[in-house]
T-cell receptor, first 110, second 115 residues
Framework: SQQGEEDPQALSIQEGENATMNCSYKTSINNLQWYRQNSGRGLVHLIL?????REKHSGRLRVTLDTSKKSSSLLITASRAADTASYFCATGNQGGKLIFGQGTELSVKP | EAGVAQSPRYKIIEKRQSVAFWCNPISGHATLYWYQQILGQGPKLLIQFQNNGVVDDSQLPKDRFSAERLKGVDSTLKIQPAKLEDSAVYLC?????????????FGNGTRLTVT
């Protein structure tokens, strides 16, 4: 079963622009994580935000979490062609079970 | 540190045959996961191990899929017999302590094609 749903499913932007991806989920969570997947490769962890946190930054990444709305957003600032990939949110429960959404396919054009 | 190793990288089999995938997690990682990723979709959790015990296998089709993690280190995932709908990438991931919410480290996966 899928817990998170990403929006939009696909996003195409120019290099230098910002990219925002949203994730909504249904049940209570312990943490929410974002991963990136390049074509033909495994997923790479980007950032983790715990249920008692509202915002986190890592380099050009900014993640927000609103537990009252059961939603999260990932902002990539000043995007680069190398950011082209699929991005997945994943919700973690108390037992460490991590459920992934369907992903957002980001294309950054040079 | 060495990453999560998976083999084989690719496998093509006919339906009703059996297949096995192998995973070697990062040394010292207590939690090991197997995910199935169908083209264009997000990874679907099949089974989660904590050391050599199963934490969650609610989504594992137990009539045909089996997995084990002997001695709490390496793991194998087996499909017997395979169906056409099993065509997917099988991803193994490990975590220092997934139960406490540590991030997952993924291998590059095994791409299975069932004909």
């Amino acid at each position: 079963s899928q817990q998170g749903e990403e929006d939009p499913q696909a996003l195409s932007i120019q290099e230098g622009e910002n990219a925002t991806m949203n994730c909504s989920y249904k049940t209570s969570i312990n943490n929410l994580q974002w991963y990136r997947q390049n074509s033909g490769r495994g997923l790479v962890h980007l950032i983790l935000i715990r249920s008692n946190e509202r915002e986190k930054h890592s380099g050009r990444l900014r993640v927000t979490l609103d537990t009252s709305k059961k939603s999260s957003s990932l902002l990539i600032t000043a995007s680069r062609a190398a950011d082209t990939a699929s991005y997945f949110c994943a919700t973690g429960n108390q037992g460490g079970k991590l459920i992934f959404g369907q992903g957002t396919e980001l294309s950054v054009k040079p | 540190e060495a990453g999560v190793a998976q083999s084989p990288r690719y496998k093509i089999i006919e339906k009703r045959q059996s297949v096995a995938f192998w995973c070697n997690p990062i040394s010292g990682h207590a939690t090991l996961y197997w995910y199935q990723q169908i083209l264009g979709q997000g990874p679907k959790l099949l089974i989660q191990f904590q050391n050599n015990g199963v934490v969650d296998d609610s989504q594992l089709p137990k009539d045909r899929f089996s997995a084990e993690r002997l001695k709490g280190v390496d793991s194998t995932l087996k499909i017997q017999p395979a169906k056409l709908e099993d065509s997917a990438v099988y991803l193994c991931a490990s975590s220092l302590d997934g139960v406490r919410g540590s991030p997952l480290h993924f291998g590059n996966g095994t791409r299975l094609t069932v004909t």
